[in-house]
Every structure is written in C-alpha cells, then in structure tokens.
C-alpha cells in the first residue's frame, strides 16, 4: 500500500473516529497528493519519494503558522497546527537521532571527499537527497557547517 492509499484508508477510520484534527490534516494530505498526481507534466502517479518530499514540506508549513500564532498570542490556533503537524509527521520516515545524522553526514562527506566549508554546497545537495525526510534541512545545514569547519 503507497502513502496516498494508506491516507485515504486513514480518512475513512478518522471519520468513524469522529476525530476533527486528524481528519482536517488527512484531507489536507490528500489534497496535496492528489494535486502533484495532476499537476501538468504528471503521469498520474506519485511515487513515495515524492509524496515524502510533499510531507515534509507540510509539517514544515504547519510548524512556520504555529510559531507566526504563537507570535500572535493565538495559541488555539498555534496548537491545532502543531496537532495537525503530529499527524503528518506520522507518515514520516523514523527521523535520525542526532547521533545518526552526525555519522550519515560524515560517511557523506567522506565520500564526497569534502574538507572544507568551500566544499559545502556540494556536500547539502547530496545530504538532503540522501536524508530527505529523516532530517530537518536546518539540522543537516548546521551538522555540516559544523562538520566541515573542524
């Protein structure tokens, strides 16, 4: 079962469930799925590399709103978009530990045989392909910075 099944599966239970926040963040999922599957140039499908590259970027959005809310003193609002968020990250790859980001970047780096902050653009573009989805882009960013300037 793909992610886009797996969701509309999950919609049917939430609606059962009558659970109003994890319905809310499912059809937004849906909605997003089903706008790349027919987005011109498409082939009609949506492979799960890019429904992840789709999750990430939502969970991304609702963290940004949440943070805006909370800046606002709403945080009713802040809260339901963190809640939304949960449930996203839900059909996340397990995201790496720290630990586990440090050595995939440098076995990454190793590989690449980059050795200095010069070399970090070649070494990101590589990174966020490998690691996409299992770590946040502004961890990877500050791991390799940190990495490179040793």
Do not use: C, W
Request: hydrophobic residues 40%.
């Amino acid at each position: 079962m793909d992610l886009f099944e797996q969701v509309s599966a999950d919609i049917k239970k939430a609606m059962l469930a009558r659970d109003k926040v994890r319905l809310e963040a499912l059809r937004g999922i849906k909605k997003e799925f089903l706008e790349a599957k027919t987005a011109k140039g498409g082939d009609g499908t949506l492979p799960d590399d890019a429904a992840t590259r789709i999750l990430v970027k939502m969970v991304k959005q609702r963290r940004e709103s949440a943070d805006i809310y909370a800046g606002q003193n709403r945080q009713d609002l802040a809260d339901n978009e963190l809640a939304e968020a949960a449930v996203i990250e839900e059909y996340l790859p397990k995201q790496l530990t720290e630990e586990q980001l440090t050595e995939e970047l440098e076995k990454i780096i190793d590989q690449l045989g980059a050795s200095s902050p010069a070399d970090m653009g070649k070494v990101m573009g590589t990174a966020t392909k490998a690691l996409a989805g299992r770590a946040d882009g502004k961890a990877i960013s500050a791991k390799v910075r940190h990495l490179l300037s040793k």
